[in-house]
Nanobody, 129 residues
């Protein structure tokens, strides 16, 4: 059974950093693209970052809103995908989710798609002073 468990969220001041982790069970995550998504209050869920499979070179993709501030990476030994978030802004406040997108990373990010195999419970990130 596919399952995603997101962790690492919390309350942080503007300009601060957080590191989110996504622990995958049910399949070997390095064999698939994995994305990070977020949903802010009153807004639709959107893709913000994606990493392609190891076979495809583990290429990374970012939405314009997080490019240069967030870094996605894999820890294949732990079957985990991490999201390092720096220079956080109040507009980054959202529930963050990870999942396997149904399309390629390039299209998932370019079109802000949120079609995935299944969702976990997410982790809340609040950026506030």
């Amino acid at each position: 059974q596919v399952q995603y468990v997101e962790s690492g969220g919390g309350l942080v001041q503007p300009g601060g950093s957080l590191r989110l982790s996504c622990t995958v069970s049910g399949f070997t995550s390095e064999d698939y693209a994995i994305g990070w998504f977020r949903q802010a209050p009153g807004k639709e869920r959107e893709a913000i970052s994606c990493i392609s499979s190891e076979y495809s070179g583990a290429s990374t993709y970012y939405s314009d809103s997080v490019k240069g501030r967030f870094t996605i990476s894999r820890d294949n030994a732990k079957n985990t995908i991490n999201l390092q978030m720096n220079s956080l802004k109040p507009e980054d406040t959202a529930v963050y989710y990870c999942a396997r997108p149904l399309g390629p990373c390039s299209m998932t990010i370019a079109e802000k798609r949120s079609q995935v195999d299944t969702w976990g419970q997410g982790t809340q990130v609040t950026v506030s002073s």
